[in-house]
């Protein structure tokens, strides 16, 4: 068998490259290498920012004539925390008792060894694609993600490039193969309230005004009443307050300022517009009430500062895409799989602007944990479930 027909194999040389974000590490390297014997013509572009690490990334397309599916993931991988910790050494791809050891097992060096392997065979059997495949890698989706997915597309688009259809390879399955495909994803956005006041004595708090109080009243309109009630794809829109700081050391000492970062999760009755505005009319009707500050006339004195960039929330609806995937899951391992817009947010975020996309690996149990590790028979079952998905969509 060529390597790039064996998962195992294929994972193994990935494994061994320390791709920790924003290092290469070897592992495009070694994708070149599995994906130009199938023909494919592989490029490896490098995208900066003032601020941020240069990151290189990689898109690689066979050509032919018909639909043009993308196959979307990252090669790199998060740190490995603490090194002792771990069974065998996080780079070396270890097999133990069926299952491969190393950072990027599960997420995503797997997915991608074996959309590598599946691509191969079906090349094996078929020696003709009725169409194009092609892979958009990044290395930059576990660190800022600026340097990455949101940039190969605008650069391939450029080119002329343009797409029917994307499956990312994250891991997607809670406990078993074949138990979820993800179809959606719920939005991100993140805030923090910086509230002045005016720093005294605790003994004379007429003279002063403490921040903390308007703190209070401004996160518990966050918090109270829901957001919504979730809609028939998605969970309830969640908002969780991170952390509350006020740094003040003394205890006779009313502060003069205090801040909290909130970070919420959205569904579809939301877009980063609607919830950014309901969120500012709830602190500005709660900036002016007198409950927990008596005496003050004046609202509450706050700034409310947007963080990072807001992550869209999604919904795919292709039905050919969902089904064709859904009936190869199914053919292969006998279930059914759920379709899901849990969990937290992906690439898929920015590919859901060029073609329809969903999302489907391996089991994500270990992920980002110390002694990351994968059952090398889902390697296998992962590898014949994308032939055959590439198999049905280009019949
Ligand atoms: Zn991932």
């Not at 490029?43 to 032919?64: C, H, I, K, Q």
């Not at 998060?78 to 990027?104: I, K, L, Q």
């Not at 998605?234 to 003069?256: C, K, M, R, S, Y």
Request: glycine fraction near 10%; hydrophobic fraction near 40%; charged fraction near 25%.
């Amino acid at each position: 068998m060529k390597s790039s027909t064996d998962p195992v194999r294929n994972l193994a040389q990935l494994i061994a490259c320390p791709s920790v974000t924003p290092a290469e590490g070897g592992a495009l390297t070694a994708l070149q290498a599995m994906l130009a014997p199938l023909g494919f013509a592989v490029e490896r572009p490098v995208f900066s920012e003032d601020g941020t690490p240069d990151v290189e990334n990689l898109y690689a397309r066979r050509s032919g004539n018909g639909p043009h599916l993308m196959f979307a993931g990252h090669t790199d991988v998060v740190p490995v925390g603490d090194e002792a910790a771990w069974t065998y050494p996080p780079f070396s791809a270890a097999t133990h008792n069926g299952e491969m050891y190393g950072r990027g097992a599960v997420d995503m060096k797997g997915g991608i060894a074996c959309f590598a392997a599946a691509v191969g065979r079906y090349l094996e059997k078929n020696r003709e694609l009725k169409g194009s495949i092609s892979f958009l890698i990044t290395g930059d989706e576990e660190g800022p993600s600026i340097n990455g997915t949101g940039k190969l597309l605008e650069w391939a688009k450029a080119k002329g490039e343009s797409w029917d259809a994307a499956i990312v390879g994250e891991p997607t399955n809670p406990d078993k193969l074949g138990d979820m495909i993800k179809i959606g994803r719920r939005g991100s956005l993140s805030g923090t309230i910086v509230v002045q006041g005016v720093q005294g004595h605790v003994a004379y708090p007429h003279l002063a005004d403490n921040p903390v109080r308007g703190l209070v009243t401004l996160v518990d309109s966050l918090l109270y009443p829901a957001f919504d009630k979730g809609t028939k794809d998605f969970q309830t829109t969640n908002l969780e307050i991170t952390t509350i700081d006020v740094g003040n050391p003394a205890v006779n000492v009313i502060p003069a300022k205090a801040t909290a970062t909130f970070n919420v999760r959205f569904n579809d009755t939301w877009t980063d517009e609607t919830l950014m505005a309901e969120i500012h009319n709830r602190l500005d009707k709660a900036a002016g009430r007198r409950k927990l500050r008596p005496g003050k006339k004046a609202p509450v004195n706050y700034e409310l500062i947007w963080r990072d960039r807001p992550s869209h929330v999604f919904l795919t609806r292709d039905e050919k895409l969902i089904g064709t995937l859904t009936s190869s899951v199914e053919a292969i391992t006998g279930k059914r799989p759920q379709l899901s817009t849990s969990g937290g947010t992906s690439d898929a975020r920015f590919i859901k602007d060029y073609c329809p996309v969903v999302e489907f690996g391996l089991v994500g149990q270990t992920m980002h944990m110390v002694d990351e590790r994968v059952a090398i028979a889902d390697l296998e079952i992962l590898t014949q479930i994308y032939e055959r998905f590439i198999a049905d969509f280009f019949a």
